[in-house]
C-alpha cells in the first residue's frame, strides 16, 4: 500500500516523499522583492518535504502588490533566488516556483500603476502597501493589448524561474487573483472573447498555462485551484483541468473545504463550496495534491485511498523545521493559530522558532 513518506514522481520531478510545503506568503524579501539569505535559510529548513512550492512570486513590477514579497522579473530576482534553490538542492529537496498575479489585489501605492482585473470590479478587503492598509481601487478592464503583455509576462517569469534553478513552477490560479478574476463569473463581467461562456472565461488560463508550459515543459509545469474560497462554478474547474490534462501539465494544487470552516472570510456562502476532487480525478490524471487543515492521520487517509497523490501541508510547516521526521514518529502536527501574526518581519517565527510547538530531532 502506498503511504505518505513514499516517493512519488510529479511530472519530471523526482520527489522523495508525498508531503509537499503550501505556497505561504511570508514577506521576507527586500522592498525590491529580492529574496534573501533568511528565505534560503527558512526553505533549506523545510526541504526534507518531497517537494517545496514557494511562496506568491510576482511576475511583473506592476504585480507587486504585498510589502517584502518576493518577484521573478529582473536579474536581481534571479540571482537572490538562486541562493534559495542551491539551498534546497543541497540537502537533497525540490522546489518549484508559485508564479503570481494579483489582479485587482494590487494597489497603485505600489508602483503607481492602477490595478488591473477582468472587469472593473474591486478587491474584496483591505491591502496592504508600504505605506500602510489602503482601501482597494477600482480595477482597470485588462484591455487584449494589456492581456498579451502579462501573458508574456508569465513566459518571462517561468523563463527566469528555471535559470533561477527551480524545478519547476506552480501557476497561480487560487485564492482570487488575476486568473480566477477572468475564470469568475461575478469577477469577470466582459462579453469579449475573455468573457461569457466557460470557453471564454478559460481562455486567460489558458493562454497563460499553455505558455508556460511551452517554457519549462509540462512535466514542470503545475496549478493551484482553491475552490473553497473561489466562487468558480464546478463545470469551468472541470473543464480547466480536462485542459490540464490535455496539455498533460504535471500537477494541480487543489485546497478544498475543511470542517472547520473558512481559511478566510469567504465572497460566497462557505456552505455552497464543493468538494471538487472526484469529479477533477475524473478528468485529470496527473499529480493532485491536496491541501487544508490535514492532520497526519487524514493525509495518510488520503495517500492510502488514493483521494491524493500527496499532501501540501501550510500552518504546520510554518511551525516546524521537522515537519516530515514529526510525521514519521506520529507525532501530531500543529497549526499556528496566529499564523497571520508570524507572517511579516519579526525574525522569530521564522528561521528562529519559538517553542510553541515541540520539536522532535532530525
Ligand atoms: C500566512 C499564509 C500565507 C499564505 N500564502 C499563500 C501563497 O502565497 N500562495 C498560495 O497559493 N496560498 C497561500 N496560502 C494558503 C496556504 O498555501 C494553504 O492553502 C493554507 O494555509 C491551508 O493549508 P494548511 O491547513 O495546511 O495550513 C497562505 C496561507 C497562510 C496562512
Redesign the pocket.
Known amino acids: 500500500m502506498t503511504t505518505l513518506f513514499d516517493p512519488i514522481t510529479i511530472g519530471s520531478i523526482e520527489a522523495k516523499n508525498r508531503i509537499v510545503l503550501?505556497?505561504?506568503?511570508?514577506s521576507k524579501a527586500t522592498s525590491e522583492g529580492v529574496p534573501t539569505d533568511s528565505m534560503a535559510m527558512y526553505y533549506r529548513q523545510r526541504a526534507s518535504v518531497g517537494l517545496i512550492?514557494?511562496?506568491?512570486?510576482s511576475i511583473s513590477l506592476d504585480s507587486h502588490c504585498l510589502p517584502n514579497?518576493p518577484g521573478i522579473w529582473s536579474s536581481e530576482h534571479v540571482q537572490g533566488w538562486k541562493k534559495v534553490t542551491s539551498a534546497v538542492h543541497e540537502v537533497g529537496g525540490k522546489i518549484v516556483c508559485?508564479l503570481?498575479h494579483p489582479g485587482r489585489a494590487a494597489h497603485s501605492a505600489f508602483n503607481g500603476v492602477h490595478p488591473i482585473s477582468a472587469s472593473e470590479t474591486k478587491f474584496n478587503g483591505h491591502i496592504n502597501t508600504p505605506s500602510g492598509e489602503k482601501e482597494p481601487e477600482l480595477a482597470r478592464p485588462a484591455s487584449e493589448e494589456d492581456i498579451t503583455r502579462i501573458v508574456e509576462e508569465f513566459k518571462q517569469g517561468a523563463e527566469n524561474a528555471m535559470a533561477a534553478g527551480f524545478d519547476g513552477v506552480?501557476v497561480?490560479c487560487?485564492?482570487g487573483y488575476l486568473i480566477g478574476q477572468f475564470m469568475c463569473s461575478n469577477s469577470n463581467l466582459r462579453t469579449d472573447r475573455y468573457g461569457g461562456n466557460v470557453e471564454n472565461r478559460l481562455r486567460f488560463f489558458k493562454e497563460v498555462v499553455s505558455v508556460v508550459s511551452n517554457t519549462v515543459g509540462p512535466s514542470r509545469t503545475g496549478v493551484?485551484f482553491?475552490p473553497?474560497i473561489d466562487p468558480v462554478d464546478e463545470e469551468t474547474f472541470v473543464a480547466a483541468s480536462s485542459f490540464l490534462e490535455e496539455q498533460r501539465i504535471a500537477f494541480i494544487?487543489l485546497?478544498e473545504n475543511?470542517p472547520?470552516g473558512p481559511?478566510i472570510p469567504p465572497t460566497v456562502s462557505y456552505k455552497n463550496r464543493l468538494d471538487l476532487h472526484d469529479p477533477i480525478r475524473n478528468v485529470y490524471k496527473g499529480a493532485l495534491i491536496m491541501?487544508?487543515?490535514?492532520t497526519l492521520e487524514m493525509a495518510m487517509e488520503a495517500i492510502q485511498t488514493a483521494i491524493a497523490d500527496a499532501v501540501?501541508?501550510?500552518?504546520?510547516?510554518?511551525a516546524s523545521r521537522h515537519l516530515v521526521a514529526k510525521m514519521q514518529a506520529t507525532r501530531p502536527i500543529r497549526?499556528?493559530s496566529d499564523?497571520?501574526k508570524?507572517?511579516y518581519h519579526e525574525p522569530e517565527g521564522y528561521v528562529v522558532l519559538p517553542d510553541l510547538v515541540p520539536e522532535v530531532s532530525a
Open positions: 503550501a505556497p505561504i506568503t511570508r512550492a514557494s511562496e506568491a512570486t514579497s508559485q503570481w506552480q497561480h487560487a485564492n493551484r482553491s473553497d494544487g485546497r475543511s472547520l481559511l491541501n487544508r487543515d490535514y501540501s501541508v501550510g500552518r504546520p510547516a510554518m497549526h499556528f499564523s497571520v508570524y507572517w
